[in-house]
């Protein structure tokens, strides 16, 4: 197994139990420890009564301006990654995604990006990229299979809304709105918060409560203003092809991710 795939712990087929049994484990116990011990004082402490860590990976993030390898844990509960700093020794810039929350879907192969998957969530949403189609189904697998399991426990419905994923700055040479604007060093890009479209300033000049991402108005689109103030906002299926822009990313890891 490569480095992208999950490690090497596994779950037979109707072992339904297995993570109950491992939850109180000593093993399962020292490797959360050394997760915890990569991420230092800056992470946030993951042991807790019955998380299990399920395995883990490099695998390729879509982020605003470029991919980028991130280490990623995946939990009974929680999806955890950051930034390498020292293969399996530091990481750094630690996220938490509670699994109750993630949806998964995959993403078609096109050019050096291949064997993605969507991983979507109500607060911010973006494109992973394993080594293999193997490893792929893998991760999604066992994603799918945690959601599931604390769906069922629940008894809650999967999460209907998700963040829009952002367009890559790479993507869009000009203004997705108003096909207008060039972008230059002088004529910044900008991300709505509501369609993930790469916007001039012009065309972003609102902002609008999206409080499942922030507790403060956020940067949104005048096409999606005025869908979102009259109560009508559609899918991001518009005039605009999305055909054209398939790599999709988000925002963090960026030091203007603030646009």
Known sequence: MTESGLSSLRFPPGEVKMVDRLANSEANSKRIAVVEGCFGAAGQPLAIP???????????????????????????????YGNIVIQKKKYNKQHIIPLESVTIDTVPDEGDLRNGWLIKTPTKSFAVYAATATEKSEWMNHIGKCVGDLLQKSGKAPTGEHAAVWVPDSEATVCMRCQKVKFTPVSRRHHCRKCGYVVCGPCSEKKYLLPSQSSKPVRVCEYCYVQLTSGSLQPRTDSISRSKFNNLSDDDDEDDSSD
């Open 50 to 80: 019955g998380r299990v860590l399920i395995g883990e990976g490099v695998l390729t993030k879509l982020c605003r301006k470029k991919p980028k390898a991130r280490q990623f844990f995946l939990f009974n509960d929680i999806l955890v």
